[in-house]
T-cell receptor
Framework: DAGITQSPRHKVTETGTPVTLRCHQTENHRYMYWYRQDPGHGLRLIHY???????DKGEVSDGYSVSRSKTEDFLLTLESATSSQTSVYFC?????????FGQGTRLTVV | KQEVTQIPAALSVPEGENLVLNCSFT??????LQWFRQDPGKGLTSLLLIQSSQREQTSGRLNASLDKSSGRSTLYIAASQPGDSATYLC??????????FGQGTRLTINP
């Protein structure tokens, strides 16, 4: 299995608070992604990174920001969490045209 | 914009049957196509990767084919087992290594 770790695995937070999710890889892959998965919507890309300090928006980026200061870490921040951001968040990495996923973070915004 | 569709959305078959899951995509300019499996509450596990220059890949009882010209891929599962029950997703990989996923097929194998 590829070395990709998400933290935390579960989080409950209150509406309006900032939240940061972390993705850490040990594969030295250039590309890293954040997805959210919701019933009826499947996997949707939030943001992705193609190198240190190089990021771009996906299809559902509103309300989210990302940062990548090191190859191995990709952070996803919910600037002011809302109930619509309750979801399961997956980090992925890709190299040589193949993708690997983390185990996911279940985020509940109350 | 790439769109990936998986049909059927759900499938229930008795143990031992051979089955085919379908994946179609609208933009044939892909690098690779990857099939994943997802168990409830878990992450995605890569099953097979088909490069754009290949027609198929095999791993054990699984065989995936790719026809770029028609925008289709199929995942064939031979001699299905209850442990094969999961959601199967396909994803195309294009420029900037972007993955675009289908909605998945939820497969149930009945003992």
């Amino acid at each position: 299995d590829a070395g990709i770790t998400q933290s935390p695995r579960h989080k409950v937070t209150e509406t309006g608070t900032p939240v940061t999710l972390r993705c850490h890889q040990t594969e030295n892959h250039r590309y890293m992604y954040w997805y959210r998965q919701d019933p009826g919507h499947g996997l949707r890309l939030i943001h992705y990174s193609y190198g240190v300090k190089d990021t771009d928006k996906g299809e559902v980026s509103d309300g989210y920001s990302v940062s990548r200061s090191k190859t191995e870490d990709f952070l996803l921040t919910l600037e002011s969490a809302t109930s619509s951001q309750t979801s399961v968040y997956f980090c992925a990495i890709s190299g040589d045209g193949k993708a690997f996923f983390g185990q996911g973070t279940r985020l509940t915004v109350v | 914009k790439q769109e990936v569709t998986q049909i059927p959305a759900a499938l229930s078959v008795p143990e031992g049957e051979n089955l085919v899951l379908n994946c179609s995509f609208t933009d044939s300019a892909i690098y690779n196509l990857q099939w994943f499996r997802q168990d409830p509450g878990k992450g995605l596990t890569s099953l097979l990767l088909i490069q754009s220059s290949q027609r198929e890949q095999t791993s054990g009882r699984l065989n995936a084919s790719l026809d770029k010209s028609s925008g289709r891929s199929t995942l064939y599962i031979a001699a299905s087992q209850p442990g094969d029950s999961a959601t199967y997703l396909c994803a195309t990989i294009q420029g900037a290594q972007k993955l675009v996923f289908g909605q998945g097929t939820r497969l149930t194998i009945n003992p």
